[in-house]
């Protein structure tokens, strides 16, 4: 919204037709199929991880609201809280924007990466999108090596990874790891549902086979695995979304991967919302 349309674009045979006017002429379920499976003898692919629906729906839920925003809105959409800082930066170019804060050599992707995961490595307050700043570098490090490889799946974050060197991919790791978490911008927690993911985590559930969480993902200062994620202050809707990927065998990572599918196929719904408000109101 409000940009010219790219000379390439204007040059192709046929030419693809403006998206905002097509979109009411598609159910739903119809824009699903073309985003996850393509348009064969076009250049449109199919989406890159066919396991990852939930990804497809919410390119969906972007599509159907596309015909109406703006493009003050979906600027804010695209970069998040920095959008209103650049309208009135006087390039107007979010990379350049990003640049200024940041020091570190691999500025550009930082800048990129920073539209989801923020500025500051804390997200963007929706929950969509996991907070890095402050987690394990050696989690970090495993997880983008798992995208790249395509042993984690996500249409949105393998082709970022598979993109980039080994030695960038640590350096971006070591980069999150230590900048501060913050509990900022998480949604309120129903306190009960908390109080019940507490006592999960702390004690587990051993007549459902279900261990504590604490011991792999604290909170505490015991020495832990440094490839086992820390969950403290994470969007309780990031933790939710990827207990249901364990729980269905659609969520790889680390060579630790396949405990918690085992763990996560034994919790309930309801157990599953619990241990997400609970992590999520602690730091």
């Known amino acids: ?88 930066d006087e390039s107007g170019d979010a990379v350049q924007y990003f640049l200024r804060p940041l020091t570190e050599p691999l500025q550009l992707i930082v800048a990129d990466c920073a539209r989801c995961h923020g500025a500051d490595g804390n997200g963007r307050g929706l929950g969509a999108f996991p907070k890095l700043a402050g987690q394990n570098e050696d989690y970090l490090l495993a997880s983008l090596l798992a995208f790249s490889k395509g042993e984690r799946l996500s249409g949105i974050m393998q082709p970022v990874a598979a993109g980039l060197s080994e030695e960038t991919l640590r350096t971006l790791a070591r980069y999150y790891a230590r900048l501060s978490p913050s509990l900022s911008g998480n949604p309120s927690i129903n306190q009960d549902s908390a109080a019940h993911g507490r006592k999960l985590a702390e004690q587990g559930m051993p007549k459902q086979g279900i261990p504590s969480c604490v011991h792999c993902h604290g909170p505490g200062r015991e020495p832990r695995n440094p490839v086992y994620p820390e969950l403290a202050g994470q969007y309780a809707g990031y933790l939710a979304l990827q207990l249901e990927l364990f729980k269905t065998g659609k969520r790889g990572g680390t060579p630790y991967a396949h405990i918690m599918n085992q763990v996560a196929a034994r919790l309930t719904q309801a157990q599953i919302q619990d241990l997400a408000a609970y992590y999520a109101s602690i730091d």
């Open 1 to 88: 919204p409000g940009e010219p349309r790219s000379p390439i674009v204007k040059q192709m045979t046929p030419q693809p037709p403006p998206l905002p006017s097509r979109i009411r002429e598609r159910t739903p379920e119809q824009l699903f199929w073309i985003v996850k499976h393509g348009i064969k003898y076009t250049a449109m692919p199919g989406w890159v991880t066919l396991e990852r629906e939930d990804e497809v729906w919410s390119m969906v839920a972007f599509l159907q609201q596309l015909p109406v925003l703006g493009p003050d809105q979906y600027r804010r959409l695209a970069y998040g809280d920095v959008a209103s800082a650049m309208k009135d």
